[in-house]
């Protein structure tokens, strides 16, 4: 199992940038693929992106591609998420978790607390 620590959220105006870290705990992180979710006020948790155990394969939600890139330092047991171009829309609070595999939009494991982003019109 790995546990994970997000961070990196916060207010920004819409058109701008921001990069989110989840730190995981566990010796086996770098075995594992990796996921970014997000849930807004009032709705369903859902998939954003994803990245295998190596960083060579991603896979992004249409919502978000073209804007989002996830990467991974298995060095450090961390996966981040740079998100450019950020839309009202892309408020939520957004948490990382060990998904199957790259293409499979399933979490794994417990949820951490989360990293909230607010995008302001």
């Known amino acids: 199992q790995v546990q994970p620590v997000e961070s990196g959220g916060g207010l920004v105006q819409a058109g701008g940038s921001l990069g989110l870290s989840c730190a995981a705990s566990?010796?086996?992180?770098?075995?594992?693929?990796m996921g970014w979710f997000r849930q807004a006020p009032g709705k369903e948790r859902e998939f954003v992106a994803a990245?295998?155990?190596?960083?060579?394969?991603?896979y992004y939600a249409d919502s978000v591609k073209g804007r989002f890139t996830i990467s991974r330092d298995n060095a450090k047991n961390t996966v981040y998420l740079q998100m450019n171009s950020l839309k009202p829309e892309d408020t939520a609070v957004y948490y990382c978790?060990?998904?199957?595999?790259?293409?499979?939009?399933?979490?794994?494991?417990?949820w951490g607390q989360g990293t909230l982003v607010t995008v302001s019109s």
């Open positions: 990245i295998n155990w190596s960083g060579g394969s991603t």
């Open positions: 566990g010796r086996t992180f770098s075995m594992h693929a």
């Open positions: 978790n060990r998904v199957p595999r790259v293409t499979e939009k399933r979490a794994l494991d417990a």
